[in-house]
DNA sequence: CTGAAAGCGCTAACAC
DNA sequence: GTGTTAGCGCTTTCAG
């Protein structure tokens, strides 16, 4: 089948191709009997509109670029998940870009983003640098980062306050009087864990106390549990925050294996909580974190900054988190 | 900052922008002198080239579309995460198209890909219609079929033989006398489900028996959890095989609080096995499913299929998985 | 209400 | 080696 062009439309229904174009784009000024004349010539020839060809008339591609670490971890597929549904609905396209550590340079990223001349980027990358940031504002791209607080003229943001959930959650137990908190936890995400830092360290403070119960574990779960299994011989606290499911199932699992009872000698809690927090035995207690509603939101705030018209719009949008005890804490 | 284009570049270095083309393009018969003095004025006004204009000019995107039920399941994570990996090595953008239930009519998808004149499609999806795939070719889009086996002159696949796994499984069962197996799945995943459906059977047959041991289940895992709570307290099989990890811990979990032991009262099988599965307790068997490799050689098709040079290629290929046996089967 | 023509940014013959 | 020019397929004034 021959590339059908909109000049073949054109020929076909006796029109010249302004006039198709026309009906492409539901233009209010063509004659219905016309109308109909084309829609019939572009049914026949079963013509559809080149969106390339379009883009470069128009200067914009109806796509938007999102950047994640990796597609495979449950909260990015929701977040991927939340942003494609709205930006369906938008009519948006969503080309994706994943960090892999070791395969991607996050500037080579940058620079197919801006030749493929996307109308926006989503940013939901953990050790996101302000260079990055820079270079795309430079290109003038909009930018939405979801994870970190931020804006700008083109830049806005959708986040959840780690450092407030994780403040109020540890100052209950310090209130109580459970003051040997621990924090286990791999550096794979620094920004994320400078926030939970931040929030426990200020906790402790308001209390007089000072937080140094950072335990850095393997990034994956086999390791990490071999490490914990011989951790937990030696140590044992009141309180165990993780941050993600595998983390607290291989705290779980070795804490068990260890005669710790959870949550009678130590209680555990998953910062982001995930079905499989539900499925362990002890069930984990989490915050929900609406992952799903990042991305859906990311992709509605930028929609709204590409919008032509100067609504003001918010450009920091915090969501909120649930807290949900299940049985690994009292 | 104005845009850029080649014209710029082009008088910026006093060339024409044929030459400007050539050093973008890496052509070989540019001058040395001239394609330093080309990439100075690059550099200095910032340029990068167009690739919606290089697209339009030659009639090729460099994109190509992928298709997948959702994004946050593991597997599909992962298939997203090898097919972005290779796709990187040949410069291919994926554009992501999930088919969520309710949100998308898949004839929406396949209409937006037609249009955005991508290089071919990968599919990852279980309930594929010979349709799509008809309009699909017709625009003479090539596609690669992750899971289904199957090829054609713009079709090829990549895929495991669910069908195998399961009969080699269940006949070795069977022959040590264990006939009473159960696959436990919700159908959310019809094509995936004949393949077991037909694999057991068949195991059955050759032993002179029929299979008829099919439990639906919900589709989400609290559900299927209580269901199963309820199932068990008048059932009990010698085997149970289930698809998805949330659905053997469904039958963990279940199982075990209706007082059966796991594997002694009863074993359980999960065919796709995650990270999940050794996470539990016990830990569940199961199958290692090369999924990011699938993606990884869909990809590694696609580029072939894509290449002009007629050179003879596989178009079906079987990837291979690997029984991992741990503490849910004796 | 419809058509003619310029232009979006780039590539690829074809000249020189 | 380098420049000229004709597209690639579509949108959008500007006339009529």
């Known amino acids: 089948m021959k590339r059908i062009t ?18 492409i784009n539901g233009s209010e000024v063509v004659r219905e009997d016309t109308r109909i004349k084309v829609q019939e010539a572009i049914e026949k ?11 470069l008339a128009l200067q914009k591609t109806t796509t938007i670029a999102l950047i994640v670490p990796e597609a ?14 709205v930006a369906k609905i938008y009519k948006y396209n969503i080309v994706l870009h994943t960090t892999t550590e070791g395969i991607t340079e996050m500037n080579d990223i940058i620079e197919t983003i801006i030749k493929s001349r996307v109308d926006g ?51 209950q137990y310090l209130e109580k009087g459970i003051t040997d908190i621990a924090l286990i936890e791999d550096r794979k995400n620094p920004a994320m864990l400078k926030q ?10 308001d209390k007089g106390l000072t937080f140094d119960n950072f335990v850095e574990i393997p990034k994956e779960y086999r ?70 509603d990042l991305g859906a939101v990311a992709m509605r705030v930028m929609t709204k900054m590409l919008k032509e018209d100067d609504e003001v719009i918010d450009k920091e949008i915090e969501l909120s988190y649930i807290y949900t005890p299940r049985q690994s804490t009292k």
Chains 1, 2 share one sequence.
């Open 6 to 23: 909109i000049y073949d439309v054109a020929k076909e229904a006796d029109v010249s191709l302004a006039t198709v174009s026309r009906v």
């Open 45 to 55: 020839l079963g013509y559809k509109p080149n969106a390339i060809a379009q883009g």
């Open 72 to 85: 495979s971890f449950f909260y990015t597929g929701q977040i991927i998940n939340g942003l494609i549904d």
């Open 121 to 171: 980027v989503v940013i939901f990358n953990d050790k996101l640098c302000k260079d990055e940031l820079n270079t795309l504002t430079r290109y003038q791209v909009p930018i939405v980062v979801i994870g970190n607080r931020m804006s700008d003229e083109t830049i806005g943001s959708v986040y959840v306050d780690y450092a407030k959930l994780i403040y109020e959650f540890a100052a």
């Open 196 to 205: 939970l830092n931040d929030g426990l360290q200020h906790a402790m403070e």
């Open 223 to 292: 390791s990490s549990y071999l490490y914990l299994k011989e951790y937990f011989k030696t140590h044992k606290h009141q309180l165990v925050i993780t941050y993600r499911d595998s983390q607290a199932m291989a705290v779980l699992n070795s804490a068990k294996e260890n005669g710790l009872m959870i949550p009678d000698d130590m209680e555990v809690v998953c910062i982001l909580d995930s079905k499989y927090n539900a499925m362990a035995r002890p069930q984990i207690t989490g915050f929900k974190i609406p992952d799903y």
